[in-house]
């Protein structure tokens, strides 16, 4: 392998970027929830910890859903615990589906949730077994109690680009579900590319839509997958629209299960490199953080999908 | 698998972009040279044909160097003579080192060439075992012959952002190259990311310090490899700067020798998939690329690194 650093990218900044972003690392929930196998609880929390370590500010840790739902995160009160004892400061959000999630994520001491609706009719129904319209009702006292609480919370929309049974979702249809859940009082969107179809016109057009109807760049977060290679370009793209929160999981962990492809989210590496060229702060050791997809593609027994990694890592 | 035609992404122009663009296709020499194993003829003549009967204009098929340089394409008469009878119509330039390689390329009697320089003192001694001051002197009776002969001729850059040897590479320096081969009397200037290392900010300071000195982007394509994921992003940055020629690779077939990685050129699937997405015509059919890649990665017994294949094939 070349040494790492004559590859390292020359910064040169560009017009219109921000000069910070905050990645919200989705790897141990939205990565590890798509794995066909168990990952042990152990290997998860060490997991968030060397994610943490390698100077990841927020990482959604797990979710709280019914373990019969994804059996992957079945043991998100003992990983909670696990990691309180390590004493970590950053923002580690759960994804609670209803007020039983709640209940449980409150019970576990958490600081900050996120709730999943959909851009469209059909997911909603295979993923939520409600109408759209239904699932905003669910959340309504999820939000409402967790602010009560002082949690912060998100709220995650998917499908928003594209859906694989309805095709191209129109984007007033995104924009009403998302300015819905807004108003139920949640902190931040999340726009979701679930099936990766998204172009950069596409969510050009849908930052806009949203900052038109009172939904501003500085309230969104975009979350993009890699599926037909336009992640990076997408987010790029949002970022020249003034977004600077970005979805990323390390190493390019996950995927979804309605789409056949090897690749997931955007890999947080992949990211990262380019934000380096940029100039754009972003708080991660590069080197820490293809450590820790190296240690994990181990532990899955399988290659991650980042460019990064992989030309990093010598694979 | 899920239907393609649900998953195609919605078309949402984006202002500053180009209407139409010309994919200047590589696979066949920048892909397959990088192969271990050699390709037979055949395969590669059926590899061109089809890659010109799903759209592409401009396929770059062979390349006239000496057989122990590149023993890959060491059957570059054999497939032009086997390709000449096919009665195929659109430009198809060959690359040639020196004046030997334009005899030879005279000889096959092609219609347009590419010469191969560098950016970097490191690589001009490394590739054509001479100085960069050296290399443009063999270049200079090589373009004024071809243009005598009517050919028209592309001059490639290499090692335009980074060098592995010498780390990043000043902006100021790949325009003085970049300067002295379209002085030569070059149609069109291919700047090189042989490495990968390049990022959007990078690329728009690289092509407006060309405009300034007298390339404009109309001259200018880009030639990105996806090492460290950037390749789709950086073409889309290119884009916008004026930049209407994209050097692609199919399946994304290809890959610098000198950096160990899976990824090779921008893959032409991923880029057309931008592309449609975004409205910009290329004139290029996308199932029957996706099909060709399809192919040859059965040809190589390894599967293509594109995401669009990868998500369209099933795999």
Same mark, same amino acid.
């Given at each position: 392998?070349?040494?790492? $650093?004559? *590859?390292?990218?020359? $910064?040169?900044?560009? #017009?219109?970027?921000? !000069?910070?972003? $905050?990645?919200?690392?989705?790897? @141990?929930? #939205?990565?590890?929830? *798509?794995?066909?196998?168990?990952?042990?609880?152990?290997?998860?929390?060490?997991?968030?910890?060397?994610?943490?370590?390698?100077?990841?500010?927020?990482?959604?840790?797990?979710?709280?859903?019914?373990?019969?739902?994804?059996?992957?995160?079945?043991?998100? @009160?003992? =990983? /909670?615990? %696990? /990691?309180?004892?390590?004493?970590?400061?950053?923002?580690?959000?759960? =994804?609670?589906?209803?007020?039983?999630?709640?209940? *449980?994520?409150?019970?576990?001491?958490?600081?900050?949730?996120?709730?999943?609706?959909?851009?469209?009719?059909?997911?909603?129904?295979? +993923?939520? +077994?409600?109408?759209?319209?239904?699932?905003?009702?669910?959340?309504?006292?999820?939000?409402?109690?967790?602010?009560?609480?002082?949690?912060?919370?998100?709220?995650?929309?998917?499908?928003?680009?594209?859906?694989?049974?309805?095709? @191209?979702?129109?984007?007033?249809?995104?924009?009403?579900?998302?300015?819905?859940?807004?108003? =139920?009082?949640?902190?931040?969107?999340?726009?979701? !590319? $679930?099936?990766?179809?998204?172009?950069?016109? &596409?969510?050009?057009?849908?930052?806009?839509?949203? #900052?038109? %109807?009172?939904?501003?760049?500085?309230?969104?977060?975009? &979350?993009? &997958?890699?599926?037909?290679?336009?992640?990076?370009?997408?987010?790029?793209?949002?970022?020249? &629209?003034?977004?600077?929160?970005? #979805?990323?999981?390390?190493?390019?962990?996950?995927?979804?299960?309605?789409?056949?492809?090897?690749?997931? +989210?955007?890999?947080?590496? !992949?990211?990262?490199?380019?934000?380096?060229?940029?100039?754009?702060?972003?708080?991660?050791?590069?080197?820490?953080?293809?450590?820790?997809?190296?240690?994990?593609?181990?532990?899955?027994?399988?290659?991650? @999908?980042?460019?990064?990694?992989?030309?990093?890592?010598?694979?």
């Amino acid at each position: 392998m070349l040494g790492m $650093t004559a *590859n390292l990218p020359m $910064t040169v900044p560009m #017009d219109g970027m921000p !000069d910070r972003i $905050t990645i919200y690392e989705v790897g @141990p929930r #939205d990565g590890l929830q *798509n794995e066909k196998s168990v990952v042990p609880t152990e290997v998860k929390a060490e997991f968030v910890q060397r994610l943490v370590g390698a100077g990841l500010e927020t990482v959604e840790t797990t979710s709280f859903v019914p373990p019969s739902w994804i059996p992957q995160l079945s043991d998100a @009160p003992d =990983l /909670l615990q %696990q /990691l309180a004892d390590t004493g970590h400061g950053p923002k580690r959000p759960v =994804l609670v589906p209803n007020e039983r999630g709640l209940d *449980n994520a409150l019970a576990a001491g958490v600081g900050a949730i996120a709730i999943f609706g959909s851009a469209t009719e059909t997911f909603a129904q295979k +993923n939520l +077994n409600r109408s759209v319209a239904e699932s905003v009702e669910m959340f309504t006292p999820v939000v409402r109690r967790a602010r009560e609480a002082g949690l912060w919370v998100r709220a995650y929309v998917s499908m928003c680009f594209g859906d694989p049974w309805e095709g @191209p979702v129109p984007v007033e249809q995104v924009v009403d579900v998302c300015a819905r859940l807004m108003d =139920l009082g949640c902190d931040q969107l999340s726009i979701g !590319d $679930t099936i990766g179809v998204g172009t950069v016109g &596409h969510v050009a057009k849908l930052l806009e839509s949203l #900052d038109a %109807q009172g939904i501003p760049a500085s309230k969104t977060a975009v &979350h993009f &997958h890699d599926t037909y290679g336009q992640a990076l370009s997408n987010t790029l793209t949002a970022l020249r &629209h003034g977004v600077t929160v970005v #979805d990323a999981s390390t190493g390019g962990l996950g995927g979804c299960p309605y789409a056949r492809s090897a690749t997931g +989210n955007l890999a947080t590496e !992949d990211l990262v490199w380019a934000c380096r060229g940029l100039g754009i702060e972003t708080g991660v050791d590069l080197d820490a953080l293809v450590g820790t997809s190296l240690w994990m593609a181990e532990q899955l027994g399988r290659p991650s @999908p980042s460019a990064v990694v992989r030309a990093l890592g010598g694979a």
